[in-house]
């Protein structure tokens, strides 16, 4: 039995690390075998990739190149690391995948979805998430997360008209695949957030999707 494929997605402060903890143990709670990773990143040379990708400085990466950094990152990871844990029946839990992409390059660069889909196409051939969490918050609602950090990356500088295009792709690629995403309302307290993501685990999971 191959393993399953869940995402989860968002802007910057909308809880994602802690939810994504939270989601493993629950997987782990129905016995299943979980591999956390994240995008871009997951294996050394796509880390690697990463380190790139955030580190340049602000203004300094074409977004065709940051595109094309995206997918290079993904194609070894998922030949490295979630292709191979899929056929050995572990379930991959994946912090960011393609979604983010099109929410990022497409609804936050301006870049072409097509050509974001047709790179997709490419590097996952069919390989697409079984579910993908979209953790929703406005970005006003998340600003003070994001400027808490301390040292921000290239993307967690960018400003609220940016961070308003990308929820709004996300929330439009939920709404265009409602069978594979599940939208929590992350602006609610943690303890509201977490007891719907585990009342999705209970009913998503229970029949094997
Ligand atoms: P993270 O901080 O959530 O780990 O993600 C790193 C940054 O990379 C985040 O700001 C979103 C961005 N990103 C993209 O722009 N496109 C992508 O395809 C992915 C996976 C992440």
Not at 57 to 69: R, S, V
Not at 110 to 125: F, H, K, N, S
């Amino acid at each position: 039995m191959p393993g399953r494929f869940v995402t989860v997605e968002g802007i910057e402060g909308v809880g994602k690390s802690t939810n994504l903890a939270f989601i493993a143990d629950r997987l782990r709670g129905l016995g299943h075998d979980v591999v956390i990773t994240r995008e871009p990143g997951g294996t050394p040379l796509a880390e690697a990739i990463r380190a790139v990708l955030l580190d340049a400085a602000p203004g300094d990466m074409p977004p065709i190149t940051e595109l094309l950094l995206m997918f290079a990152a993904r194609a070894a990871h998922l030949a490295q690391l979630i292709q191979p844990a899929l056929d050995a029946g572990r379930w991959v839990l994946c912090d960011r995948f393609t979604d983010a992409t099109f929410a990022y390059q497409g609804g936050g660069r301006g870049l072409d979805p097509a050509a974001i889909a047709a790179l997709e196409q490419l590097v996952q051939q069919e390989l697409r998430p079984d579910l993908t969490f979209l953790l929703d918050a406005t970005p006003e609602a998340t600003a003070a997360r994001r400027s808490d950090r301390g040292t921000n990356d290239r993307f967690e500088q960018e400003d609220l008209e940016f961070f308003r295009r990308v929820r709004q792709v996300y929330l439009a690629r939920a709404d265009a695949e409602p069978q594979r995403f599940r939208i929590v309302d992350a602006s609610r307290e943690l303890q509201q957030v977490q007891r719907d993501l585990a009342d999705i685990i209970a009913t998503d999971f229970k029949k094997s999707i």
